[in-house]
T-cell receptor, first 116, second 111 residues
Framework: NAGVTQTPKFRILKIGQSMTLQCTQD?????MYWYRQDPGMGLKLIYY???????DKGEVPNGYNVSRSTTEDFPLRLELAAPSQTSVYFC???????????????FGPGTRLTVL | ELKVEQNPLFLSMQEGKNYTIYCNYS?????LYWYRQDPGKSLESLFV?????AVKQEGRLMASLDTKARLSTLHITAAVHDLSATYFC???????????FGAGTRLTVKP
């Protein structure tokens, strides 16, 4: 299993540009998450999904959109990039929401995004 | 709103010493997670704590959860250099799936 994969690894955007961060998992997990991590800080939840066709906002959803058409994929869309969106973005997945001892979240390697 | 506070934020310790990292949270929860992050890397799951009184141990690390006190601890026993990393706790409130992370504890273990 590849686990959770993210593309691209690095990206520089100009203000106002758009892009999609890709996330794919091959563990047949129901739950998927997008986080951002600013330098020296913890992670903040942007959006999450409990299954295909179902998404919900996290702590910091403004400026982002998501969709979940398949179990495997959970892309994150930035429509009008702003310098405040400069961050490292992590995608994660889990089988469910922590109701069993093995419900840990598996994280992807991250996408480092800079908006200039 | 759920707040998650870790302390200390920075910890420098000598090899062989013991220490405890604390994670306090502000709302009802019975799901708490500990993660490790090495510089420039992704997060690695260490422990999942799902009930009051839960205690888990892996090597030199032991985590516990007191849901009544809204407190989790991560205890380090006889630290070694390989434990140098940033440790995060994360809490999921009882009424939703919005996981909140603490700011992290940057641990440096010196010889």
């Amino acid at each position: 299993n590849a686990g959770v994969t993210q593309t691209p690894k690095f990206r520089i955007l100009k203000i106002g540009q758009s892009m999609t961060l890709q996330c794919t998992q091959d563990m047949n997990h129901n739950y998927m998450y997008w986080y951002r991590q600013d330098p020296g800080m913890g992670l903040k939840l942007i959006y999450y999904s409990v299954g295909a066709g179902i998404t919900d906002k996290g702590e910091v959803p403004n400026g982002y959109n998501v969709s979940r058409s398949t179990t495997e994929d959970f892309p994150l869309r930035l429509e009008l990039a702003a310098p405040s969106q400069t961050s490292v973005y992590f995608c994660a997945s889990s089988y469910s929401a922590g109701v069993t001892p093995t419900d840990e979240q598996f994280f992807g390697p991250g996408t480092r995004l800079t908006v200039l | 709103e759920l707040k998650v506070e870790q302390n200390p934020l920075f910890l420098s310790m000598q090899e062989g010493k013991n220490y405890t990292i604390y994670c306090n949270y502000s709302t009802t929860s019975d799901r708490l997670y500990w993660y490790r992050q090495d510089p420039g890397k992704s997060l690695e799951s260490l422990f999942v704590l799902l009930s009051n009184g839960a205690v888990k141990q892996e090597g030199r690390l032991m985590a516990s959860l007191d849901t009544k006190a809204r407190l989790s601890t991560l205890h380090i026993t006889a630290a070694v250099h390989d434990l140098s990393a940033t440790y995060f706790c994360a809490v999921v409130p009882s009424n939703n799936n919005d996981m909140r992370f603490g700011a992290g504890t940057r641990l440096t273990v010196k010889p």
